[in-house]
């Protein structure tokens, strides 16, 4: 049975996220902070008291924009900790998960919560806490599930929703993250742009850049300028390694 945590500086958001966490049969209590410092100062309490003391904490849900101190400087102060508790950050904006999974985040869950969203957090929450007490080694944080080779899933405002292959531009490296980019927009996966680039070579996306992965059905032109080589993808241009110049000019003119 977990304990729980809820941080969050909307009054209504965290009535809420307690209602929800406290209807999971998987938590044993749930307990709301109405900003990062009081919940500072509930996890020291917590770790002061033990890992069986009467205010022990297993895992914090953590808004992210708040006033003062914010979710991601919560986090940070917590991962300087000998056992802190674990961390699934809920809120409304998708542009902070890079640093919210380089802080070790076992989720990131975007409001509106849904409750089947919110379930499977948990359940990751509990895979996580079962490795820890057998002494096992850490299990991969943010699992992607990719259900076909022709879509990704990818959530935004709190609805999974599925990208086809096809209509992805180019891919940006982030890390041990991907930022898809279509004509509607971009979404951010737990994928390196290394894994993307060997699943789809053969769909005819091809690495330009140390930080980029390009479609070549969708390179509008190709640019030369005092030796810089460009490409015009989707609008945006984007510079063309030399080392990866002489193969993409050659792969355009067999597909011409």
Known sequence: MLRALAVDDERPSLAELVYLLSADPRIGTAAGAGDATEALRRINRALESGPDGPDAIDVVFLDIQMPGLDGLD?????????????????????????????????????????????????????????????????????????????????ELGGVTRFVSVDDITHVEARGDYARLHTDRGSHLIRIPLSTLEERWRSRGFVRIHRRHLVALRHIGELRLDAGTVSVLVGGEELQVSRRHARELRDLLMRRT
């Open 74 to 154: 919560l986090a940070r102060l917590l991962s300087g900790f000998a056992r802190p508790p674990l961390v699934v950050f809920v809120t409304a904006h998708e542009d902070f998960a890079v640093q919210a999974f380089d802080l070790k985040a076992v989720d990131y869950v975007l409001k509106p919560v849904r409750t089947e969203r919110l379930a499977e957090a948990v359940r990751r929450v509990v895979e996580h806490r079962a490795t820890e007490l057998r002494g096992g080694a850490a299990l991969p944080r943010i699992p992607v599930h990719e259900p076909d080779p022709d879509h990704l899933p990818v």
